[in-house]
């Protein structure tokens, strides 16, 4: 086991659990309990040719959970998909529930197919009329969350700290021979040596997909691979990826969100929305599911601000002053000047492994620098720079991180991040409202008789205004400010389940000026439900509405819209940009701050025409970040 590091990669409940450094393969045991009969059955039989050119082969059939009744509604109804030896194929998903991860999950054996695609060739005639084993030519890699036993939290941000040597394994290390060639990566640094915890998201999900290319599977699906990857690297990928797969060395097969554009090569898709799937060429099926894919600008326009709470800029809230991270002589974060204050809208953006989560890691104070950042001129008067360049500060809400407690600076900076997205704990027993619940203090579990939190965290957010808050400025001392703050958290709960939860994606999915009553027992349900029983993008729709819910003064979100489908960021989008503020709705409030990063420019719900005065940009780069007019 030397060589199998800490963490785990999953692409969920439903889908096989993978490793670095052991396997991205099929989950052999799990194939074999399920689908062993019938896949012999098709590798039995004789070699027919033409049944050989193709990849996968489902004629027509229903697909089922294992254990389902007989009369169970399928999961797929009617699935017809066949790929074909040089056909380049994506699978978009677009319902919200997990379809497109569903589907190859179909693939991996993890769902009763019937009936079972017919011998001779089984569900992969080119694999199994070659004599070859599916369980160990087929690979997938999907960025779902990775799962930990027992659905418990782990402390992502050991990454940023000094690196535990049970977690010193490098990516070269864990690639071993395979990548004896590979040069140098991430402009002009290499990734390759270092530990495999302190690689930022996109280059861990580079070095996947590196890992899974060099273990030379027949067929490699890869789920959502441009998600978290910078402008540069895009191209570069599906131009690397389509190479591959024109020499077959993998057959690629890519999974896509409905919003996602679709590379120029792909001539093939799969549509899956709800239990329908529609498959054939491409141009015949977007036509037919009318999806407009190749960007979002059409539906920006119809997304139209009609807000007038236009945010204001008011009192700084963050103060960096070059600032430094370094980790032994690589510099991350090299005198880095920034501030954000009150009302406004930032994108933060650099490419992959430039410092962005860094960044977000000082502010949020769980980076072991942000307390070690204050240094007077004085001190530094040796250095070649000028004395006023060489003093420094970080200050959060006007003070030093040491001064403030963690408990507090979590209740005024919300976040949500990839890696808290995996860190946040799976217990059965916690509910989407438990879940929503947390984010007021900033917790990661449910406490408070409603759920709600204990209010520890209330006093830092009092300091500053606390518009919207119904009342409940100042401190919360006594019983009676508790019992209003709390029943200000639970309607709070309430709003957001119903501004961004499923009577919001109902009525998204609709149309615009159809608004579906409120306070349904639609949205009651969604709030009592399991919070890991739910499909990966809903889970992540439920952690930004933990982000919302307090009404923090700053809001931090990372790559939040990756794995949400279309209607889920349509609504999100809408209450970011506070749209429905003037009308009396929910949504992200004139006076607080919100960074988002995401490597989509389209993804930004503000722009610089009708967000002008607010919207933004601050740039990393090789260490320095400047605010791009
Ligand atoms: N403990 C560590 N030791 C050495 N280098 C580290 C450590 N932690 C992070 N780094 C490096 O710091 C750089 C910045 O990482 P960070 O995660 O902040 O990048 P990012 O801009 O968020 O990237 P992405 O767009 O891929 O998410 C990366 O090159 C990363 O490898």
Same mark, same amino acid.
């Given at each position: ?10 692409a969920?409940?439903?889908s096989?659990?993978?490793?670095i ?5 099929f989950n052999?045991? =799990?194939?074999?309990e399920? +689908?062993?009969?019938e896949?012999?059955?098709?590798s ?7 049944s ?6 489902i004629?027509k ?5 294992f ?19 040089g056909e380049s194929?994506?699978v978009?998903g677009s ?8 589907l190859?999950?179909? *693939?991996?054996?993890h ?6 695609p017919p ?18 030519e087929?690979s997938i890699?999907s ?6 036993a027992g ?7 050991a ?19 395979s990548?004896q060639r590979a040069?140098?990566t991430?402009?002009s640094?290499?990734?390759l040596?270092?530990p495999?915890?302190?690689?930022s998201?996109?280059?861990?999900r =580079? @070095?996947?997909?590196?890992? @899974?290319?060099l273990?030379k599977p027949?067929l ?6 441009? +998600?978290?990857?910078d402008?540069?690297t895009?191209?570069?990928?599906l131009?690397t990826?389509?190479s591959?797969h024109?020499?077959?060395e993998p057959?690629?097969?890519i ?5 996602d554009?679709l590379?120029?090569w792909?001539?093939?898709?799969v549509?899956v ?6 498959a054939g060429?491409r141009?015949?099926? *977007?036509?037919?599911?009318e999806?407009?894919l190749?960007?979002w600008?059409g ?14 800029i008011g ?13 032994s002589?690589?510099?991350v ?22 410092g962005?989560t860094? *960044? ?7 980076h072991?620098?942000s ?9 530094d008067?040796s250095?070649?720079d000028?004395?006023?360049? +060489?003093?420094?500060h970080?200050q959060?809400?006007?003070?030093p991180?040491?001064?403030?407690p963690?408990? %507090? ?10 890696e ?5 704990? =799976?217990?059965s027993?916690?509910t ?6 947390t ?8 406490k408070?008789?409603k ?5 520890i965290g ?5 300091s ?11 401190s ?13 958290r ?10 961004l939860g ?5 009525r ?5 000026? +159809? ?9 009651h ?12 993008p ?8 933990r982000?919302?819910?307090?009404r923090p003064?700053?809001?931090l %979100?990372d790559e939040v819209?990756s794995g ?15 749209d ?16 988002v ?5 389209e ?10 005065g607010?919207?933004r ?9 400047w605010v791009?007019?």
């Open positions: 086991m030397a060589d199998v590091p800490k963490y785990r990669f999953g969920g409940d439903d096989s659990s993978f490793q450094g052991k396997d991205e393969r052999e045991r =799990r194939m074999r399920n +689908t062993l009969s896949m012999r059955r098709g039995r039989l004789s070699t027919n040719a033409s050989s050119e193709l990849v996968v082969n004629p059939a229903d697909v089922y959970r254990g389902d009744g007989k009369h169970a509604q399928p999961l797929f109804r009617d699935l017809n998909w066949t790929v074909k030896e194929w994506a978009i319902g919200g529930g997990g379809e497109k991860t569903a190859f999950n179909t *693939l991996l054996g769902y009763r197919i019937a009936p079972y011998p001779p060739g089984g569900l992969f005639p080119f694999l199994t009329l070659a004599g070859l084993d599916p369980y160990s087929i890699v960025f779902g969350h990775r799962q930990q659905g418990a939290f782990y402390d992502y941000s990454r940023y700290g000094a690196v535990h040597e049970e977690d010193r394994l490098t990516l070269r290390q864990s690639i071993k021979h990548v040069g140098r991430d402009g640094r290499s990734f040596d270092l495999l915890i302190a690689l998201n996109g280059q861990t =580079r @070095a996947r997909i590196l890992k @899974a290319i273990k027949k490699l699906l890869l789920d959502e691979p441009l +998600t978290g990857l402008i540069k895009r191209p570069l990928l131009s990826l389509y591959l024109v020499k077959k057959r690629v097969i999974g896509l969100r409905g919003q554009a590379p120029e792909v001539d093939h898709v549509y929305k709800g239990s329908m799937v529609t060429e141009e015949s099926v *977007l036509r037919m599911v999806l407009g190749g960007g600008a539906q920006l326009k119809k997304n139209k601000s009609t807000a007038n709470s236009t945010p204001k009192e700084t809230l963050i103060d960096l002053k070059n600032v430094k991270v370094q980790y002589d690589r510099k974060l090299d005198q880095l000047s920034w501030q954000i204050r009150q009302g406004e809208r930032w994108h933060l953006v650099g490419e992959n492994g430039s962005k860094t *960044l977000l890691s000082l502010i949020t104070g769980d072991p620098q307390y070690t950042q204050t240094r007077y001129a004085s001190q008067s250095s070649s000028s004395p006023h360049e +060489t003093s420094s970080l959060l809400f006007s003070q991180r040491s001064r403030l963690t408990t %507090l600076l979590r209740s005024a900076v919300a976040i949500l991040s990839p808290l997205f995996d860190a946040f704990p =799976r217990r027993n916690m989407v409202w438990d879940v929503i619940g984010g007021f203090d900033g917790d990661f579990v449910p408070g008789k759920s709600v939190g204990s209010g209330m006093q830092v957010s009092s500053l205004s606390r518009e919207g808050r119904g009342g409940c400025e100042g919360m001392e006594g019983q009676d400010g508790w019992k209003e703050e709390e029943s200000w639970m309607a709070r709960v309430w709003e957001v389940l119903e501004a499923q009577e919001a994606w109902k998204a999915d609709t149309s615009a000026s +159809t608004i579906a009553a409120p306070s349904s027992n639609l949205t349900q969604f709030a009592q439900t399991s919070f890991p029983s739910l499909p990966l809903q889970q992540r729709i439920v952690l930004l509405m982000a919302l819910v307090g003064p700053l809001i %979100l819209w949400m489908d279309e209607t889920m960021v349509r609504v999100a989008r809408e209450y970011l940009r506070g429905r503020l003037a009308a009396g709705g929910a949504g992200v409030g004139p006076d607080q701050a919100v960074v990063i995401t490597h989509w420019e993804e930004v719900p503000w722009n610089r025409d009708e967000d002008a607010v919207f940009k601050f740039r990393l780069s090789g260490g320095k970040g791009e007019e």
